[in-house]
C-alpha cells in the first residue's frame, strides 16, 4: 500500500501535467521544486523525465496536426543536445543554489514580458537556438526548463495548440535522452518501480482534461495564461531552493 507521501506525489504530478498543458508551460517547472521536498532530487528527475516521456507522447498522438515543423528543428536540435549536457553534470549542481537563480530569473523575464502587452520580442533564429539550447540545459540539469522554453515559444505568437504541440515535439526527443541518462546513473532503484505504470494512467487523464479545456482559450488570454504560470513556477523555484539552503 502506498504511502501519504507518494499518493500526494502522484496527485501532484497530476495537477502539474494538467497546469502544464493548460499553460504551455512544462509541467516540471510546478513538479520539480515542490516534488523535491518529498522524495530525493534523483528520483525526482528520473520520475519528472519518465511522466514527461509518456505527457509527451500522449500529446504528440493528440496534437499531431497542429506541430510547426520548422521551429521543431530550431528548437530541438540544440535541446537534445544541451538536455544531454546538463543530465550528465546533473549530479554535481548545487541544486538549492539553481533553484534560487532560476526563480530570480523567471521572475524578472516573465514581468517584463507582461508589461511588454500584446508586443514581443522579434521572433528569429537566434531566438529559438538560444531559446532551445538553454531550456535544455535547465531541464537536464534540473529537470525545470519547460517555463524558459515557453517564454521564448511566447516570441512567436503561436496559436494554443500549435504552442503545445510544438513545445510537446521539442521537449520529446531531450526527455527520452536524459531518462536513459537518469537511469544509467541508478537513480530509479526497485522499490520505486510502481510509480511507473501510476504515472501512464496520471498523464493519460490528465491531458484528455487538458484538451478539453485548451479548445477554449483564445491566443491572447493564452499568452497571459502563460505568463502568469512562468511567474508563478518563479516563485516556487525561489521558495523552495532557500527552503532546501535552509535545510543544508
Not at 546538463?86 to 530569473?105: D, V
Not at 505568437?157 to 536524459?178: C, E, H, K, M, Y
Amino acid at each position: 500500500m502506498m504511502s501519504y507521501h507518494e499518493i500526494f506525489f502522484l496527485v501532484l504530478a497530476f495537477l502539474a501535467e494538467v497546469l502544464g498543458t493548460l499553460s504551455g508551460v512544462s509541467s516540471s517547472s510546478l513538479f520539480v521544486p515542490i516534488a523535491v521536498l518529498f522524495e530525493s532530487i534523483q528520483l525526482t528527475l528520473v520520475l519528472t523525465a519518465c511522466l514527461h516521456v509518456i505527457g509527451n507522447t500522449t500529446r504528440t498522438f493528440m496534437y499531431w496536426k497542429h506541430i510547426d515543423w520548422k521551429l521543431t528543428l530550431q528548437f530541438g536540435i540544440p535541446s537534445i543536445v544541451m538536455t544531454g549536457l546538463g543530465a550528465q553534470i546533473s549530479s554535481y549542481l548545487p541544486k538549492n543554489l539553481f533553484s534560487i537563480i532560476l526563480g530570480f530569473f523567471l521572475i524578472s523575464i516573465s514581468l517584463v514580458f507582461w508589461m511588454m502587452k500584446d508586443s514581443t520580442p522579434n521572433a528569429s533564429r537566434s531566438v529559438s537556438y538560444f531559446g532551445g539550447g538553454l531550456s535544455g540545459f535547465l531541464t537536464g540539469a534540473v529537470g525545470s526548463g519547460g517555463a524558459f522554453r515557453s517564454l521564448a515559444l511566447s516570441a512567436f505568437n503561436l496559436t494554443p495548440l500549435t504552442f503545445i504541440a510544438t513545445s510537446t515535439l521539442i521537449d520529446f526527443g531531450g526527455d527520452v535522452l536524459r531518462l536513459q541518462i537518469y537511469l544509467q546513473k541508478g537513480y530509479l532503484d526497485k522499490t520505486h518501480y510502481f510509480y511507473v505504470p501510476a504515472l501512464m494512467v496520471v498523464a493519460f487523464f490528465a491531458n484528455w482534461l487538458a484538451k478539453k479545456w485548451l479548445q477554449r482559450i483564445n491566443q491572447q488570454v493564452f499568452r497571459k495564461i502563460v505568463l502568469a504560470f512562468v511567474f508563478g513556477a518563479g516563485l516556487i523555484s525561489l521558495f523552495t531552493g532557500f527552503i532546501s539552503l535552509l535545510k543544508s
